[in-house]
């Protein structure tokens, strides 16, 4: 057998003869021939070294490229809609707009879930057309308002408002009857409060990180911090933590540097992201198409704007008395979130009566359940969210046969 590089293939060459000294001859031939396949491939960066981006332009425009809506059917809008007195930011994408919209409600406050977008929900867009939303004082809305105009209008109800006046906007745009409503930690406080004043709107509520009762959920987190830190021997820990207690004192705020400390010791023993000591998903807007280079330096500047108006209300948040919901209800819960403590929202949710409910464990998320684990919440609104859509035709007719009759 021979070995030979033809120019763009190895070609393999079978000796006919069958004499010892052939076959003695064909097995060096084959050695040779092998050798040189290696050393061929050894010497040929081009097929061993791959091709990096230069710069984030590069990058990005990859990224772009590859989740670019080319359906005949499909939807990809960027804009800014103005929405409650300023413009606010919204990206809508979906394989085919018959399929239900699901419109996701970012948490922080402050905190957009759209610089994620390209990594976290491009496979929901098969299945649902889905729309990621800046919301007053974050990502690219914060930039591109006066933050000083906007400061007075910076309260947790002026958020529903939005959501509602957004919800009316969609149906029209999109010509939809109802949608699909996902708010995590801060967005289920403003979605839970949307769905309670407007269930007609929606197939469904569905919360992630929900906000249930706030100061339980605080006790509970800084609980956790203290006992992980001395199981685990780390004295500073235990020694700040102790610092500031008793900590969220019923009837009493939480001090804004009691807070920041709490968190992070429980984010450190993995309370916000299960088995890492940090939240490390706001990288991924370094590669965000959805934000030009100077837009993904300043995204997360509203982060912290938010939080000095919202941060000390939401922890008073407590829907303890919220026992009823007029529409489908559907809560996802990281096993291991400390952040909104996912045992209290599973009480609530115990408590709750709703025309049907689901909760559904994520075993290996703590409070980022969409960066955790995207492929799970994928499956889980397909099978628990997109059938209720489908009972009313509101998905691509494909599919609708089928789906009707789960």
Known sequence: MTVAWSGSTWEIEQSQSHSPASRGAARVKEWLGAAACMLSLAAAPAFAQPVKPTNRQEAVETVRELRKIVTPTGIERSEAVRIGGIDQFVSIRGADRRNPVLLIVHGGPGFPTMPLAWWTTRGLEEYFTVVHWDQRGAGKTHLINDPKAVAPTMRPERFVDDTEELVAWLRKALGKEKIFLLGTSWGSYVGLEFARRRPEWLHAYIGMGQAANSPESERRGYAFALAAARKAGNSQAVAELESIAPYAVPGKPIPLKDIALERKWSDFFGGVMAYRPRQVDGIAVR???????????????????????????????????????????????????????????????DRVRAPQKQFVWFENSAHEVMVEEPGKLLITLVQHARPLAARTGDVAPVDAPEERQK
């Open 287 to 349: 590669l965000s198409p959805d934000y030009a280079d100077d837009e993904a330096r300043r995204v997360y500047d509203g982060n912290g704007y938010s939080q000095d108006f919202l941060f000390s209300p939401v922890l008073t948040l407590d829907f303890s008395n919220v026992t009823r919901l007029d529409c489908p209800l559907i809560v996802l819960a990281g096993r291991h979130d400390r952040t909104v403590n996912s045992s209290v929202a599973k009480e609530w949710f």
